[in-house]
Nanobody, 114 residues
């Protein structure tokens, strides 16, 4: 059974940066297209960035140019570098497979506020 553990969140001023990590158990990680999702209070969870097993990346418009997704298949870890953060980026961030979502981890809280 695959499990995801997200970390790296915190509180940051607008225009600040954070780097999130997602540690995954199980060999499925290496062949899966993986994504970072977020859920803001009162809103549905949304996929904000994803990366194929070969490293091709895709971003939603709201984070394009500010967020960078990457992965280390040897270590079963995925990252999300977030720069120029905005208050509207405040959310709980999760990682998961894109096609065929598996069980959710606990997420990591990101709060952007002055």
């Amino acid at each position: 059974q695959v499990q995801f553990v997200e970390s790296g969140g915190g509180w940051v001023h607008p225009l600040g940066s954070l780097r999130l990590s997602c540690a995954a158990s199980g060999s499925i990680f290496r062949i899966a297209t993986m994504g970072w999702y977020r859920q803001a209070p009162g809103k549905q969870r949304e996929l904000v960035a994803y990366i194929t097993s070969r490293g091709t990346t895709t971003y939603v418009d709201s984070v394009k140019g500010r967020f960078t997704i990457s992965r280390d298949n040897a270590k079963n870890i995925m990252y999300l570098q977030m720069n120029s953060l905005k208050p509207e980026d405040t959310a709980v961030y999760y990682c998961n497979r894109v096609s065929g979502v598996l069980g959710w981890g606990q997420g990591t809280q990101v709060t952007v506020s002055s």
